[in-house]
C-alpha cells in the first residue's frame, strides 16, 4: 500500500510573524520602493531648483555690473583720457635689446700633487699626464692601465 505523504508541520505564531517580517507582501514592497522614489524624485527637484534660483541671481548681478561698467567707460570717453601732468624726458635711457649673460668659472681647488703620478690621482688627471707625454689612446684606458702607461710605482 501507497502511504500518504508526511503532512509538512504547521508555522508556529511567532515564525509567521518573522517570515512575514522579512518578505513582506508585494504590494508593500512595491509601495515602499515607490515611496523611496518619490522622496528621491522630491530632493532632486528641490536641488535643481535651488540651483536655477541661483543661477538667475547671478545672471542678475552680472547685468548689472555690465552696465555699471559701460556706464564707466561712457563717462571716461566723454572725459578724455587724464593728463598725468610733466613731460618725458628726450633723452630716456635706453634698455638693451639683449642682455648678454657673462659666465665666471670659478677655478678649481686641486690639492698639490706629487710628481709621479700615483693611486691617489683621479682618472681625469692621469689622462692629461699621459695626453701631454704623447701616449696614443689614453681616452680609452682604465685608472689601473694609465698608471701602467705612466710608470707609476
Known sequence: MASKPAAKPKKTAKAKKKSAGKTGTKAAKKSGVTAGLKALKKRAEATLDKR???AKKQRSADKKRAKKAARKAEAQAKKGKKDKGGTKSVDAPAKPTTIERVWVRKPLVRVQ????PSASWTVLDL??????AGARGYSRLRKADLLRLLGAP
Open 52 to 54: 536655477n534660483e541661483r
Open 127 to 132: 689622462r692629461a699626464r699621459a695626453r701631454a
Open 113 to 116: 700633487q706629487s710628481a709621479e
